[in-house]
Every structure is written in C-alpha cells, then in structure tokens.
C-alpha cells in the first residue's frame, strides 16, 4: 500500500491561511456588488476553497494553473494580490486586466495563472498548450494544473485534450471540481455516468475520486499526480467532490430551496472545509485558537484595504479600450 501523503504544520497553516482569504475575498467582494460597485456578475467559490488552497500550496511559482469562470479562488491560490483582484472587479486601472476583464479575465503570467475563463472548459486545452510548451519545447519539470467543473466534461474539448495529453504524456493534472450542479441542472440529469473520473479509463490515465472538502485527501491525491507529472509518468484526471453554497451567479434566488433543497445546502456547509481544517489544527495542537483568530483578523484588514485600494484606484483612460486587444509587435 503506498504511503499516504501528509501535509506538515507549515503547509497546514498555510493552506487554512489561503482558504479563509478566498472565503474573506468573496464575502467582500459580495458586499461591494450589492452596493452597486462591481459591474457585471460574479460566480462565488464559497464552500470549495479547500481544492484551490491545497493545490496552491503544492504548487511552484515555476508551475501554471487555467481557471474558470469560477476562478477568484484559484487566482488567490496561485498567488494573486488581493488588491489588484479587487480593483479588476471595481473595473479600475489597477486591475489585473487595466479593469477590462473583470471577474471571469482574471490573469496573472508572473504568477503562472493562465488566466479565468468565461467559456465552460476553456482552460482546458490552454492547459495542454502548457504542457506541451513544458514537456516537449523547454523540457523541464513544470506541471500544469487545470480547473473546470463536471459541466466541462460533456465538452468535446474536454476529451480532445485528455486524449492528446495522455497519447504524449503531458505534465497536465486536470482537476474537476465537481459542485453536483451545472448553472441549474443536477448532474443527475447531465451525466451519464455516476462519476467524472470513469473518464480517463478511455485514455489510459488515472482517474481518482477524493473528498474536495477534505484538506488531507486532497493533499495526498495531489501531490502523488503532481510527482507522477514531473517525472514525466503523464496526466491524471482528480475529481473533487464538492459543493458551492451560493448560486451559480450573484443573482441565483434559486440555489437554496429551489432547484436544491434547503436541506441539502445546509448539509454540505456543516462539511465547511474551513470548520473542519481549523478544528483539526485546534485539537492536534498544532496551533493554538488565537493564531487561527489572529490570521482571520489579519485578513479581514487585508480586505477592507484590498476594497478601499479598489474604489480609490483610478478608471481607466479612453485610450486603454483597444490596448491589449490587437497583438502589437515589440520593435
């Protein structure tokens, strides 16, 4: 039986640390669009930020991610400033995308965050351009990791890309993050099969159920894909059982006691990944209460800074509409 893979305190503290900052940014980023600051929706990570805080924290700055429309967590986990994020979501200059991308065109090349995604597995064959820049053009030890929803395995591209990642075998971990809904359909009636991970028996890659909520089987899932992908074994496919709390939009009245149950939402946060980790810590000693409570005040100050940053942060000029948009050559 191969060892489990354990998390030490560091990265324990660290990825408790990164999951209260996502679940912080997004309350506060919520607070902003009801006063009318945020212009356009917003898809809210609340309830699955244990998968993008453990990648993150297993990941180098050398490595890349591809994100979704739901992607504020994975841009924080893969390094982005809170500060910037905001003012990008405020439609302001200091944005990461000058303020014309907003919530789902968030990027961050210096961090390898290849970018949010508007379009339902877009990352997808990004993260297999990656792969191949990687393993075949700079032959290093990179690995790519690849968010989307069980929505983007009915995609053609989905299985595109698996399939030319697995026949090369390209350093891509594709990671479901599988939250049971597609806008408003149950996968009870999108998927023909129980689980997303049957998938990559038909490209001869692992495929690996794990509990997304679970800090510890997420960290040993990952971190044994990740190994195998710098060693050049190839990809895999995880899929995370998880489950978002809010709607599929700021917007969505019908998340909670419409198209899901009242019941069911209220089950899925007594699993908070959050609750569960921070307990953990608590009981194994390995952190007393009031670190854990200094931490969250800590970020709490970080996001009324990130929000004040944002509405004090400039717009951006009329020349800037088209800047970015053309390729320009660099003379």
């Known amino acids: 039986m191969p060892d489990i893979k354990i998390p030490g305190r ?15 940014f997004e309350q ?60 990008e979501l405020l439609g302001r ?67 595109e890309s698996l399939n030319l990642a697995a026949i090369w075998k390209l350093p891509v971990i594709f990671l479901c993050e599988n939250n049971l809904y597609q806008v408003f359909t149950s996968v009870k009636e999108s998927l023909p099969v129980k689980n997303v991970s049957v998938r990559a028996a038909s490209y001869g890659i692992p495929g690996i159920i794990c509990d997304g909520n679970d800090v510890f089987e997420l960290y040993d899932v990952l971190s044994s894909a990740i190994e195998i992908a710098r060693k050049g074994g190839g990809p895999s496919l995880i899929e995370a059982k998880t489950y978002r709390w809010e709607g599929h939009y700021t917007g969505d009245g019908y998340a909670k006691g419409g198209y899901r149950s009242i019941e069911e939402v209220e089950a899925w946060k007594a699993k908070d990944p959050i609750a569960r980790l921070g307990a953990y810590i608590i009981k194994n000693m390995i952190a007393e209460r009031g670190l854990l409570e200094k931490i969250q005040k800590d970020l709490k100050s970080e996001m009324e800074k990130a929000a004040l940053f944002a509405q004090e942060s400039p717009w951006p000029d009329d020349g800037d509409l088209c800047k970015d948009v053309f390729f320009e050559r660099q003379v």
């Open 10 to 24: 560091e990265s324990l503290l660290k990825i408790y640390e990164q999951m209260l900052r996502i679940r912080l």
């Open 28 to 87: 506060k980023a919520t607070e902003l669009f009801t006063q009318g600051l945020v212009t356009g929706s917003m898809h809210l990570y609340i309830g699955e930020e244990a998968i993008a805080a453990t990648a993150g924290v297993l990941l180098r700055k050398t490595d890349t991610i591809t994100s979704t429309h739901r992607g504020h967590g994975h841009c924080i986990a893969k390094g982005g400033k809170t500060d910037r994020m905001m003012a």
């Open 93 to 159: 200059k200091a944005g990461y995308c000058g303020g014309k991308g907003g919530s789902m065109h968030m990027a961050d090349f210096t961090e390898g965050n290849l970018g949010a995604n508007g379009m339902v597995g877009g990352g997808l064959a990004i993260s297999v351009g990656a792969g191949i820049t990687n393993a075949i053009m700079k032959k290093n030890d990179s690995v790519t990791i690849c968010f989307f929803g069980e929505g983007a395995t009915n995609e053609g591209i989905f299985h």
